[in-house]
């Protein structure tokens, strides 16, 4: 029997969110762990940590702010967006050393349980490509219609803003209600970043995301929490969006 998580009003206000320590990262606990607003974020090495952090750093699809700069970037032809052609490939990205991030929290563990999210239909990437190259992108976990945003990166200026707008794209034609950003950052404001009380939050979880059961293979029975394509047009294709 899976092992519930605390009431995340016991979360701790320092650090911000740290609700509990332990378990493991299994499909059925970390879809568990999604449907409430939990998430987990810890260093190699370190025992899994499980957060809801108060207030809550979101971005509403039909909110994304494009600077002028940003919307001719997308009218360009330089670039085109395609949707989980190569998902390992974007997190060995997101987990790359680099001047500005010289560790990572995506360990060998976390990738191997997100790589099992992928297989089973809920993890799910929006790759940037440049001349064919892998230029940046994003991955998350999309439940209902809430997509829990995990990493970004990019190799090329702008590739991580580019794989947002796809996603924010998709998701105001009516696919999402909410992209959830965890954390606030400077990069994400830009962006139209905002942030929501943890009950606000977990609000539109209940009315985005309707779990019934998680069986012990993990398998899920819901109205709601489908593993679902954000929008078929883009299996197996490559398009520019906006354009």
């Not at 740290?18 to 607003?37: E, I, K």
């Not at 680099?98 to 990738?111: G, N, Q, V, Y």
């Not at 995990?150 to 796809?166: D, I, Q, T, V, Y």
Request: charged fraction near 25%; proline fraction near 5%; hydrophobic fraction near 40%.
């Amino acid at each position: 029997m899976l092992e519930a998580f605390p009431p995340t009003k016991h979360a701790l206000s320092d650090p911000n969110g740290l609700l509990a320590v332990g378990g493991d990262l299994t499909p059925r606990r970390l879809l568990h762990a999604y449907s409430r607003g939990i998430f987990p974020w810890y260093e190699p090495g370190e025992p899994i940590l499980w957060w809801t952090p108060n207030p809550r750093a979101v971005l509403f699809p039909e909110r994304f702010h494009r600077s002028h700069s940003l919307k001719k970037l997308i009218r360009s032809d330089t670039w085109s967006v395609a949707f989980d052609r190569d998902f390992e490939a974007v997190i060995d990205a997101c987990a790359e050393q680099t001047p500005e991030r010289l560790e990572t929290w995506i360990s060998d563990e976390m990738k191997m349980a997100y790589l099992e999210l992928y297989r089973l239909g809920f993890a799910h990437s929006i790759e940037i490509y440049v001349e064919d190259e892998l230029a940046g992108g994003l991955y998350g976990v999309h439940l209902g219609r809430v997509f829990f945003g995990e990493s970004m990166f990019s190799r090329w200026s702008n590739a991580s803003k580019l794989a947002l707008h796809a996603l924010c794209d998709l998701g105001a034609s009516g696919g999402l209600d909410m992209i959830d950003c965890q954390l606030p950052n400077d990069h994400l404001e830009s962006l139209g970043m905002e942030l929501i009380q943890r009950a606000d939050f977990e609000s539109i979880l209940k009315k985005s995301i309707t779990v019934i059961e998680i069986n012990d293979d993990g398998d899920i029975s819901s109205e709601i929490a489908t593993p679902l394509s954000l929008d078929k047009k883009l299996l197996d294709t490559s398009l520019a969006l906006g354009k």
